[in-house]
Nanobody, 112 residues
């Protein structure tokens, strides 16, 4: 199983960005995909997750600003709106079935 994250970049505060994560390989159709991020100098923190059934959960810090979604081809998206410098970090996607798989991370930088 491989996860390929993409779409990171530099955005001004108040702006928007969408990042993606494409999963490939054999894995159960019953799974959870999600995002964590690692802010500069801080520990990794949970951002959002979505199950194969479409149930979502968000960190309080992004609720109402970020939207997680997935299509029927095992690609997950994170639409990030009203971004602030606190959203800066490396964003990692994961896929959880019986095992857990991680992507390589994509850098997101929000300038003030």
């Amino acid at each position: 199983v491989q996860l390929q994250a993409s779409g990171g970049g530099l955005v001004q505060a108040g702006g928007s960005l969408r990042i993606s994560c494409a999963a490939s390989g054999p894995f159960s159709s019953v799974n959870t995909m999600g995002w964590y991020r690692r802010p500069p100098g801080n520990e990794r923190e949970f951002v959002a997750r979505i199950t194969s059934g479409g149930y979502t959960k968000y960190a309080d810090s992004v609720k109402g600003r970020f939207t997680i979604s997935r299509d029927d081809k095992n690609t997950m998206y994170l639409q990030m709106d009203k971004m602030n410098p606190g959203d800066t970090g490396v964003y990692y996607c994961y896929l959880q079935t019986r095992a857990e798989y991680w992507g390589q991370g994509t850098q997101v930088t929000v300038s003030s």
